[in-house]
């Protein structure tokens, strides 16, 4: 069965630090789909970013970029100059053959100005 | 464009008692999930909707949920009877697209506590 690990539990940083949110899968299937949702304190989960298994070109979007690498599994999340409201617990996720999305238990990630 | 609207978005009730969810998904989205989030835990799938049809109720505790999305739009969960193990977040999503994991949008969820 598919497997997402989130071996981080909690991180701390003070403002405008970098950080990285690592995220590491287990799975068979050849085809499959990654994803990173937030959910903040107000409880809505936040769909961020969704990879397929075939494309592995790293991603930016303004202050996050993803790393993708199929090598060693890794789904990896970077925060460039954290700011508290990127204060969330954020979801490593997985979807396969069917459209079930298995969810990692999450990082929580906690930004002190 | 609304998001995906839930209600009551909080219930206290005992255990043994019966409650139900109400949840409203993206106008146009055919797909409709309701998950179960555990204090400290991802959310897990309890089932998915495809229009007015079951997809896949594998981890749905049949003896005492039950849900149904009549007409294919706003669908409703409900736990009779309730056990003090049922107290989470139930969140309700919906997507677009069917056949392929695509991203789904969630609602802010239904926070459960049995007592």
């Known amino acids: 069965a598919q497997k997402v690990t989130q071996a981080q539990t909690e991180i701390s940083v003070v403002e405008k630090e970098d950080v990285t949110l690592d995220c590491v899968y287990e799975?068979?299937?050849?085809?499959?789909?990654l994803f990173w949702y937030k959910q903040p304190p107000s409880g809505e989960l936040v769909f961020l970013i969704r990879?397929?298994?075939?494309?592995?070109q790293n991603e930016i979007s303004g202050r996050y970029s993803w790393n993708f690498q199929k090598s060693t599994s890794s789904f990896n999340f970077t925060i460039t100059a954290s700011q508290v409201v990127d204060s969330a617990v954020y979801f490593c996720?997985?979807?396969?053959?069917?459209?079930?999305?298995?969810f990692g238990k999450g990082t929580k990630l906690t930004v002190n100005p | 464009e609304a998001g995906v609207a839930q209600s009551p978005r909080y219930k206290i009730i005992e255990k043994r008692q019966s409650v139900a969810f109400w949840c409203n998904p993206i106008s146009g989205h055919a797909t409709l999930y309701w998950y179960q989030q555990i204090l400290g835990q991802g959310p897990k799938l309890l089932i998915q909707?495809?229009?007015?049809?079951?997809?896949?109720d594998s981890q749905l505790p049949k003896d005492r949920f039950s849900a149904e999305r009549l007409k294919g739009v706003d669908s409703t969960l409900k736990i009779q009877p309730a056990k003090l193990e049922d107290s989470a977040v139930y969140l309700c999503?919906?997507?677009?697209?069917?056949?392929?994991?695509?991203?789904?949008?969630f609602g802010p969820g239904t926070r459960l506590t049995v007592t």
């Open positions: 996720t997985y979807g396969g053959g069917s459209e079930k999305l298995v």
């Open positions: 909707f495809q229009n007015n049809g079951v997809v896949d």
């Open positions: 799975t068979r299937d050849t085809t499959y789909y």
């Open positions: 999503a919906s997507s677009l697209l069917a056949g392929s994991p695509y991203e789904q949008y």
């Open positions: 990879r397929n298994s075939f494309d592995e």
